[in-house]
């Protein structure tokens, strides 16, 4: 079946350090990928998504492309702030299937002044 | 401004008792999800109801009922509570696929 796996964490840097947090997906056929954050205390919200082959998607200094080569969706960012602090889901799902997101396990990013 | 409300913010059960988690979203979205978090396992879909009246299975159903009371609210019933339902539970509601928005999340201890 369809999956996602991410880097294992936590992932501790220190500020305006470069950010890579590793997403590989198993798919059967073309999904859309998302990238989900977590604060504490907090729901996920949508962060960025790519919806085909060679998409990047974009948010907030956040960035990620859609590799279909490698399958994979690896999250970037140049100069991390305290504020990224948090957790990062990555997911996938097909058009059609709304809502029905495969999650990985969610990779937490600790970021120190 | 609220987007999607869950009540209660925690709760503690003992195994056996039951109770009703509620969602309700002011964002006029047809389609609604339950999820659970657990540790090193991502969310993981329990039901969604992809319009007013309708209710399907997700990927972890078993000891869970859903009801989509209106357009607005979409509750998740633990009819015998059991520990491995120890989780925190969010509610989620989209319109498109790109628009997936959850409430603060309900964290359940069960003893």
């Known amino acids: 079946g369809d999956s996602v796996t991410q880097m294992e964490g936590p992932v501790t840097l220190s500020e305006e350090a470069f950010l890579t947090i590793n997403c590989t997906y198993t798919?059967?056929?073309?999904?859309?990928l998302f990238w989900y954050v977590q604060y504490p205390g907090e729901g996920l919200q949508l962060l960025l998504k790519?919806?085909?082959?060679?998409d990047k998607g974009s948010n907030k200094g956040f960035e990620a492309t859609y590799r279909k080569e490698t399958t994979s969706f690896h999250l970037e960012k140049g100069s991390v702030q305290v504020s990224d602090s948090a957790v990062y889901f990555c997911?996938?799902?097909?058009?059609?299937?709304?809502?029905?997101?495969?999650f990985g396990q969610g990779t937490t990013l600790q970021v120190k002044p | 401004n609220a987007g999607v409300t869950q009540t209660p913010k925690f709760q503690v059960l003992k195994t056996g008792q039951s109770m009703t988690l509620q969602c309700a979203q002011d964002?006029?979205?047809?389609?609604m999800y339950w999820y659970r978090q657990d540790p090193g396992m991502g969310l993981r879909l329990i039901y969604y109801?992809?319009?007013?009246?309708?209710?399907d299975k997700g990927e972890v159903p078993n000891g869970y009922n859903v009801s989509r009371l209106n357009k607005r609210e979409f509750s998740l019933r633990l009819e015998s509570a059991a520990p491995s339902q120890t989780s925190v539970y969010f509610c989620?509601?989209?319109?498109?696929?790109?628009?997936?928005?959850f409430g603060n999340g309900t964290r359940l201890t069960v003893t």
């Open positions: 790519a919806t085909k082959a060679d």
């Open positions: 964002m006029n979205h047809n389609s």
């Open positions: 997911a996938l799902t097909y058009s059609g299937n709304t809502g029905k997101l495969i």
């Open positions: 989620a509601s989209s319109e498109e696929l790109v628009s997936l928005h």
């Open positions: 109801s992809a319009s007013e009246g309708t209710t």
């Open positions: 798919a059967t056929g073309y999904p859309s």
